[in-house]
């Protein structure tokens, strides 16, 4: 019992949401447009949570590997991390990954079969961000490029994946619509590394919290939860969302409770406290979007 726990713990199923979220956020707005699947949209579904436990058992390993995630590092002493504490052997844990990744990419040839081969680039690129994330010879999340990567990962690629996988086609709509959330997943990161600064800067790792610092970080952060939020507003009044996206205001208390927390100091929960509102925004999105396609 204890075994499975610890690689629950490892893959970190919580975090699925946001590959849940962004994959319901492109079928929905397909949906909108006369055009949806359920078999299509579970398979994207499966897929990338796939793909996202294999991105989160390589980090672990890589992190591990490079002396960032250690017994008394910021993010081991916030969540359980059976890797470092020992629980579990690297090796395993990097054969776990390799084998999601290649589940992930399995289901990802059968939906290039099934709806286009345009999807084996979207999939590629995303793999490969996936792994070369942490992974030599880039290791770009130490480089300052891992919120970037986040952003463009769950939001435009996703997003424009699973619209492409219901309808045939891209669009301009469906980027547009990825932004705002895109904008949130990668600000989970930011926050953890905002909470992480101290530790980073000891293994030598550059990111956009320690170049920003603690005292300007948090009003970045602070700015692009609100231009999220404003994003959809303003797109759900003069176009592409409809009225019925005016609904992510539910979410708008979240928001300010968390901004008023991480302006005066940033809780060793931050990432998690960020994508409690992530989740919230794109709940709230997603069935703003299944109301416009059936109203």
């Keep these: 019992m204890h075994t499975y726990k610890n690689w629950f713990l490892a893959m970190r199923p919580w975090s699925f949401s946001m590959s ?46 490079s002396g960032v995630d250690i017994a008394d590092a910021a993010t081991t002493q916030y ?18 990954s390799i084998i999601l990744f290649s589940l992930g990419i399995g289901l990802g040839l059968m939906l290039a079969y099934l709806r286009g081969w345009e999807i084996l680039w979207i999939g590629g690129i995303g793999v490969a961000a996936g792994v070369l994330y942490t992974a030599p010879p880039l290791s770009y999340k130490y480089k300052a490029w891992g919120e970037l990567s986040v952003f463009l990962m769950w939001g435009p690629l996703s997003v424009e994946a699973a619209y492409f996988i219901q309808t045939g086609y891209f669009s301009w709509e469906a980027f547009w619509v990825s932004i705002p959330f895109g904008v949130l997943v990668a600000l989970v990161l930011f926050a953890n590394n905002l909470r ?19 005292e300007r970080g948090p009003l970045i952060y602070a700015s692009m939860v609100l231009a999220a939020l404003i994003a959809v507003i ?30 005066r100091e940033v809780p060793k929960d931050a990432d998690a406290r960020t994508a409690q509102l992530n989740t919230a925004f794109g709940v709230l999105l997603v069935i703003s979007l299944i109301l416009e396609s059936v109203f």
């Design 20 to 65: 849940a979220i962004s994959v319901s956020v492109g079928a929905a707005l397909a949906a909108t447009h006369g055009a949806f699947s359920w078999t299509l949209y579970g398979i994207t579904a499966v897929a990338m949570m796939a793909v996202h436990g294999g991105v989160n058992l390589m980090n672990d390993f890589f992190d591990y590997k």
């Design 196 to 214: 992480d600064v101290q530790t980073d800067s000891k293994a030598r790792v550059n990111n956009l919290a320690i170049i920003l610092g603690r």
């Design 79 to 96: 969540r359980p991390h059976p890797l470092a504490e020992g629980k579990l052997y690297p090796m395993p844990v990097l054969w776990v």
């Design 234 to 263: 303003v797109m759900s009044l003069v176009g592409p969302l409809g009225k019925y996206s005016l609904l992510v205001i539910l979410s708008l208390p979240i928001a300010f409770k968390l901004l008023s927390v991480m302006i």
